[in-house]
Each structure stands twice: as C-alpha cells, then as structure tokens.
C-alpha cells in the first residue's frame, strides 16, 4: 500500500491534469453513449446493423485520424494545442445529439465528436509519455485510463438518475452532457503547461520512409497486436443492447456500463503499476483469457446477474490491457516519434474496430446475440494462442 501510494506521489503533476481532462469528458461523453443505443432503438426506430455500422464508422474514423495529428504533433514538437481542439470538437458535438431527429443526424454528431477525439488523443498520449520517466510509465498510464474510466462510470449513474427523474426524457439528457465537455475544455486549456520541447531535435516529415523504419520491428509488432485486440474486442453499445435482452427497466440499462467501468477503474492502475515490474507479454495473455470468460457469459446468460458478470469481467479485461498497450507503445518508439507511432497504432486498429463492429452487427441480426460473443472468444483464444508463442517481451 505504501509503495503504491509512494508511485502516485513521483507521478508527474501533469498527468493529474491530463486524466482531469478525460474524466470531464467521460462523464460527458458516457451520459450520451450509454443512452444512445436505446435512444437510437426506441425513439428513432435504427436497426442493429446500423447501429453497428455508425459505431464503427465512427470510432474507426477517430482512430484513422489520430495518425495525422500525431504525426503533426512530433514534427511541430507541441502536442497540447491539437489536444485542445480536440477536446473542443468533442465538447461541441455534444448538442447535436440532443437536437438529432433521424439516424443520419447521429451519425454527423458522432463523426464530429470522434474526429475531436482523434485529433486529441495521439498528442495527449504521447505527451504523457514526454513528461513521464522510464519506470513509471505503466503506472502514469494506468492512472491516466483509471481517471478518465471515473467519468466513464459516472456518466452513466448520471444517466440512470436524470432518467429516473425526467421519465426517460433522453433529449434534455443530452443537453446536460453539454456541461461537463465544456469544463474539460477550460480544464486542459488553463491547467496544463506543456514543456517547451519535449524532444530536441531537428524535425523531419514524421511518416517518410527513414523515419517509419526507426519505429523498429518492436512497435510494429505492437501495433499489429493491437489491431487483433480491437477484432476480438467490438463495440461497447452490444453490452447496452445485450443487457436490454435481458428484461432490465430501460432507465436501469446504462447500469451495465457503470458496472463495466467500475471494474475498468479499479484494475486500470493496479494493472499498469504491475506492467512495470512483470512481462508486459503475459499481462496480455491474461487480459484475453478474462475476455474470453467475459464473452463465454455473454453468450450463454440473458438473466440481468450474469449480464453484468460478464461486463464487469469485460471491464477488468480493459483495466489489463488498454493502458498496457499504451505503455508498450511508449516502451518501444523513439522519443521523437511517439506521437506518429500511437497515430499509426490508432490507424490500424481502427481498421480492425470497423470491421468488429459491422460483423457483431449482421452475427446479431442474422444468427442471434450469442454468436455475437462466441466469435469474439474464438477470436480473443487465437489471439492467446499466438501470444504463448510469444515468451519474451518485444524491445
């Protein structure tokens, strides 16, 4: 307990600042996303495909776009003012979601948000790599994913709640969620003082052909592994659609992605502060086993108990491996590279999400839910297989 109290004190005053950040915009961001399934089901009548095909859309073109802005961030040598506008995109969008009045309408204000987000997101992950030492990167990133996974449980606990109190009124939800992505906004813009250079050297074009070869075979192969992790790991609003399968009151529903991100809190720092001392390797291998658990419960319970079992081991699955992959990202860039190498990583993994999330969608409407989650666990147990081949960590 000392030790991990001792860790959090070395950690550097901006990372608290950065996952401030990402908590404001969590709860914003989880008000909306945790209702928006339902919203999209129920009020303007989107089929699950559909549903699908916007969450990937969406959440793939947030990954593609990262690869710029990170690469813009190691040539300028600046990351905070990218984070900004970012964080400004996702915190305008936020009223378009409470306005939508067809289908199309979500899909424009969810691309708008996620480009924020992928403008936002490499900058500030190789920032927090800049600012952090060597030995504390699992645990600064394991904090940075804990902070940010608070608003990410506590969005939807709002959510229930305004439910309960405006009898499902999901429009005037919304225009609450306006509130704290505005406050994250100021928050990063006024509390963060980003170094001057985080890295002394001349700049080059980032993504030349020289320079993609300095990434090295190290973080080429985690930037492949992350990729499989996002095909065997889909869209999160499948949680939302499975728990309603299983008779849960519609205003209780966001609960499952509180109980998710509970669990994402509470095993995100342990688990990154682990990394540091342990093989990052058999972290990972761990993390796909308890994913595998997760989609084995999915599949084969509707009763809302083993509904929230299994999104709460979906959670600690999270905890293990998101900032984990972040950290051996961090581990194995060159330092003037961070920001192109978690752009590209971002880019190939959105490749993977998009096409997660549109299969999960025609698995669910054409053989049903379950096979939705059978195929991510045989996904999740080639994956393992690959990495019991794998026993030494990739430098």
Not at 237 to 264: D, E, H, K, T
């Amino acid at each position: 307990m000392l030790s991990r109290f001792a860790t959090l004190s070395r950690i550097p005053k901006g990372i608290w600042v950065v996952g401030g950040v990402s908590m404001l915009m969590d709860i914003s961001s989880e008000i909306i996303h945790s209702l928006l399934p339902l919203f999209m089901v129920t009020t303007l009548g989107t089929s699950v495909i559909f549903i699908g095909l916007i969450e990937g859309l969406a959440e793939s073109i947030a990954l593609f776009i990262k690869i710029f802005s990170g690469a813009i961030s190691d040539y300028i040598g600046k990351r905070k003012g990218l984070a900004v506008l970012g964080y400004g995109l996702g915190a305008l969008s936020k009223p378009l979601f409470a306005i939508a009045s067809s289908s199309g309408m979500i899909l424009g204000a969810r691309l708008i948000d996620r480009v924020g987000k992928g403008i936002r997101a490499a900058p500030r992950d190789a920032l927090v790599a800049d600012v952090t030492p060597p030995e504390l990167r699992g645990a600064a990133f394991g904090l940075r994913q804990s902070m940010d996974t608070i608003g990410a449980f506590i969005g939807p606990l709002l959510a229930v709640w305004l439910m309960l109190l405006w009898n499902n009124d999901f429009r005037t939800i919304f225009w609450v969620a306006v509130i704290p992505g505005g406050l994250a906004v100021a928050l990063l813009f006024f509390g963060l003082h980003e170094p001057k250079t985080p890295v002394e050297r001349k700049r080059s074009n980032p993504v030349n052909k020289e320079n993609l070869k300095r990434l090295g075979k190290g973080c080429w192969w985690v930037i492949g592994l992350g990729a499989v992790f996002t095909l065997a790991r889909f869209s999160e609003a499948f949680l939302v659609l499975r728990a309603q399968q299983s008779g849960v009151p519609l205003a209780l529903i966001p609960l499952v992605m509180v109980a998710m991100n509970l669990l994402y809190f509470l095993s995100a720092y342990p688990f990154g502060k682990l990394s540091d001392a342990m093989s990052q390797t058999r972290l990972l291998q761990w993390g796909l086993v308890v994913l595998i658990a997760a989609d084995i419960v999915l599949a084969f319970t509707t009763h809302w108990t083993g509904i929230i079992l299994g999104v709460a081991l979906w959670g600690v699955h999270m905890g293990m491996t998101q900032g984990l992959l972040a950290a051996m990202i961090a581990k194995t860039a060159p330092a003037d590279l961070r920001g192109t190498a978690y752009g590209i990583f971002s880019m190939v993994s959105g490749v993977g999400l998009l096409i997660a999330s549109v299969v999960a969608g025609v698995i669910w409407e054409t053989w049903g839910a379950e096979y939705t989650f059978y195929t991510g666990a045989v996904i999740c147990l080639l994956t393992l297989c690959y990495l019991m081949k794998t026993p030494d960590d990739v430098q």
